[in-house]
């Protein structure tokens, strides 16, 4: 028998999927990984399938007047790539029915996707509840994840698949297991029988310790909006708190959760140690899909064991000639290009590297240096809206060493993450749960220069594969000791030896890729999935605080 016949059926649901640039029904990270899993999951053959919403607008496609002031746009997404079901299903919103339409995609290879969508005419103004991603109030948002939850399951029934696993990619589908137990309860069950026989087919993934991350409601508003699905107040309390937090609720509705590397699981452990009856939190390092974001020209002459910086550099011009279409500025693809793509958001730290501009700006402005910046905000997020105009104003400054890119999406990722030299994160820790981006940028041999936090840890070896930045260190001053750390390394590493020691930068892009292709590929993240988050029964404990983190942070402390 295949082995993997006897793998347990999976449905993994969550709020959105970036599987493509040409289908924007995602905002970021964790869609993108979702979207890996997915695309993993049919290319590997692994069961399962994947539950969503069809984002009739998507999240905002976000571009930037030539003042630097940012504006969004919402554009309805196109439709000729999915297939009709013929199934709909129904579910329940502030007391009125809402028919939710089931779409199918299947056209990346990847596993069955089922995507639902409220914009027909009958449910009037509740249409708009699939319209956009992660806009509206509380109320929207509960709206929003009933007809995810509630209507994924209702989804899976309609549509005949039998499932032995639910797994909650973060906290917005946790009203599907509200729903679970809503059935059992129906067969006859009562609330604390139906509640333990559904928490043995749940696991949960939580993916930041950043407040905005883990959300909560008023159980007036859930109650209003109809999230409690028939269950009472003192039920849905006793699931996720009062208010109703959909992280807590994850957490007691399921058997395991993960979180998304060894660092980013001490620190969930700690900060959920309080909710004494959720499930034991494990780690399992997120991980990308190798097909998608590795460069295929890069692919070959690795494993070839042939010259890596003809491709590279390939890659590099085809990233610069992007840059001279949409900024109408010329890069030197011989120069020293650091890449820096996220969301804009404050513990990401976009300005970090501008801390001291006195002592980059000979390098920025006689061409030693080429800084490209990309990134989107929350379109509520007011500190993000602030800082894109202050790095605009940089690089009208030095135009040939600063470039802000509009619309991060995954078109711009993929160019960003195979066509810089270097790929530089500078996350407050400890709030980067993973940073999949640098994953991306390793298995091309673009070298991460990074602040230990998230993948990094496992991954680094400082001068091997790339750098560390800062040691570890958290405490006062975190911004002013990561940047002077991070001038060190560039000053006396990183630019040294990218200018005077080919041979030896490319040695490290050759380590950068060995160390990521298996290790950090969706492959092994799912091949993990099934065999330590999704796995019946005691799983071995693993060594979770890398070495290196306790190696720098005693050094840190005692310097
Ligand atoms: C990979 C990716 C992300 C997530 O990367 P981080 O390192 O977590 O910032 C976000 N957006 C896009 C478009 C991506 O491709």
């Given at each position: ?129 699939t319209s956009r991603l992660y806009l509206g109030d509380d109320a929207d948002r509960v709206a ?135 499930s034991p939190i494990i780690s399992i390092t997120n991980g990308v899909h190798r097909t998608t ?267």
């Open positions: 028998m295949n082995k993997k016949e006897r793998l347990p059926r999976v449905a993994y649901l969550c709020m959105e999927y970036g599987l493509h640039e040409e289908l924007p029904i995602y905002s970021g990270g964790l869609g993108v990984l979702a979207g890996d899993v997915i695309k993993c999951a049919g290319e590997k053959k692994f069961p399962m399938v994947g539950i969503g919403i069809l984002w009739r607008q998507g999240y905002t496609t976000q571009k930037i007047c030539s003042n630097g002031k940012p504006y969004d746009v919402f554009e309805d997404i196109d439709l000729s790539l999915l297939k009709e079901t013929g199934v709909t299903v129904k579910v329940t919103v502030k007391n009125k029915e809402v028919v939710c339409k089931v779409w199918l995609l299947d056209r990346y290879g990847n596993a069955p996707l089922y995507l639902l969508d409220t914009h027909l005419p009958e449910n009037g103004e509740n249409m708009n509840i929003q994840e009933i007809v995810l939850g509630v209507g994924g399951i209702r989804a899976l029934r309609a549509l005949g698949i039998k499932v032995e696993l639910y797994h909650f990619n973060e906290g917005h589908a946790v009203l599907g297991a509200v729903e679970i137990i809503r059935e059992k309860m129906n067969q006859g069950l009562t609330f604390e029988e139906a509640w333990a026989e559904t928490r043995n087919m749940v696991v949960f993934t939580t993916h930041t310790p950043v407040s905005a991350g883990n959300g909560s409601y008023s159980h007036e508003t859930m109650y209003h909006m109809g999230g409690y699905n028939g269950l009472t107040y003192e039920q849905m309390s006793r699931i996720g708190g009062d208010p109703f937090s959909i992280t807590v609720a994850g957490l007691r509705l399921s058997r395991r959760t993960n979180a998304v590397s060894k660092t980013h699981g001490e620190t969930a452990r700690k900060m959920w140690d309080h909710i004494k009856d959720g974001w590795q460069d295929s020209r890069i692919k070959e002459a690795h494993e070839k064991g042939k010259d890596l910086w003809a491709p590279h550099l390939e890659a590099k011009r085809e990233l610069v000639s992007e840059i001279f279409k949409t900024n109408n500025v010329l890069f030197n693809p011989e120069a020293l290009t650091i890449g820096f793509a996220r969301r804009v958001t404050a513990y990401k730290r976009c300005e970090l590297i501008l801390g001291n501009p006195g002592e980059l700006e000979p390098m920025l402005a006689n061409g030693t240096l080429q800084l490209i910046f990309s990134g989107k905000f929350h379109p509520y997020d007011e500190y993000g809206r602030s800082v894109i105009p202050r790095i605009v104003d940089l690089s009208k400054k030095y135009p040939q060493g600063i470039v802000f890119l509009e619309n991060y999406d995954i078109k711009l990722g993929k160019l960003l993450t195979r066509g810089c030299d270097v790929w530089l994160n500078t996350p407050r820790r400890p709030l980067e749960a993973s940073g999949t981006s640098g994953m991306k940028a390793a298995m091309n041999g673009v070298l991460n220069l990074s602040i230990l936090d998230g993948w990094w840890p496992e991954a680094c070896r400082h001068g091997i594969n790339g750098w560390q930045i800062g040691h570890g260190y958290e405490g006062c001053n975190q911004d002013e000791h990561d940047l002077s750390c991070l001038y060190q390394v560039l000053l006396n590493e990183v630019i040294p030896i990218y200018y005077n020691d080919r041979p030896k930068w490319v040695d490290m892009m050759r380590e950068s890729i060995n160390s990521s292709k298996w290790n950090f590929s969706s492959e092994r993240m799912i091949t993990d999935y099934y065999s330590r988050l999704y796995a019946e029964g005691e799983i071995e404990e693993e060594n979770e605080l890398p070495e290196i983190i306790s190696e720098f942070c005693s050094c840190a402390q005692q310097g």
